[in-house]
């Protein structure tokens, strides 16, 4: 699988296209903004986004979904605690911005620990509640995209709805840090970093 990362949408989100190079089959990680350039950003690679995966449903990173589906007929899945964030418009955050959305169902719906087979593909699901209720990681080989779960020498915020300080330092000590030293880590904003770094620097954890 190899990763290509795009950054969209007024808080510089990072939008994710995880592509089989073997078949060209592409999955698209978050859609902050700008559906019609993850589009184009896909084809220039030689890529059909075949489905769309959410790391948590605050507005800058699904604003982009109705349409992203739209044009790529992509199957949107989420997180069994995802779903309600789509169609709430103060759990998403839209209310506080004043951010059109377009509320969208999900076509299918994962849990913790459930294993999405792309392409022969095997990404795990992580539930790391804390910046979220249905904030999950997603894990293939020594790849981490952590959402707003962690990021490079910081971590997610938890003061807006189903935020919890707890559950965000919970998570990511027996979630996140049990992963190897040498696991990357693509977060949801900022730049990447790996597990190994996190530990050592990350102000944090523990």
């Not at 992203?68 to 506080?96: I, M």
């Amino acid at each position: 699988m190899k990763l290509y990362s795009y950054v969209l949408g007024e808080l510089g989100t990072n939008c994710y296209i995880w592509a089989d190079e073997k078949t060209g089959s592409a999955m698209v990680i978050d859609a902050p903004d700008c559906a019609e350039e993850i589009v184009k950003a896909a084809e220039s690679n030689g890529l059909k986004i075949c489905e769309i995966v959410l790391t948590h449903g605050h507005f800058d990173h699904i604003l982009a979904l109705a349409e992203l589906k739209r044009l790529t007929g992509a199957p949107v899945s989420v997180f069994e605690k995802t779903e309600r964030f789509l169609s709430d418009r103060v759990l998403n955050l839209c209310h506080y911005v004043g951010a059109e959305y377009e509320p969208i169902k999900p076509d299918k719906i994962f849990k913790d620990g459930d294993i999405i087979d792309f392409c022969g593909n095997s990404i795990r699901v992580i539930h790391t509640p804390g910046h979220t209720e249905d904030s999950v990681c997603l894990l293939c080989g020594n790849t981490l995209i952590s959402g707003d779960t962690l990021f490079r020498r910081s971590v997610g915020r938890w003061d807006h709805p189903t935020g919890d300080m707890k559950q965000e330092m919970a998570s990511i000590k027996n979630r996140l840090m049990t992963l190897p030293d040498d696991t990357l880590v693509y977060p949801g904003h900022g730049a990447p970093t790996t597990i190994g770094e996190e530990r050592r620097e990350n102000p944090y954890v523990e």
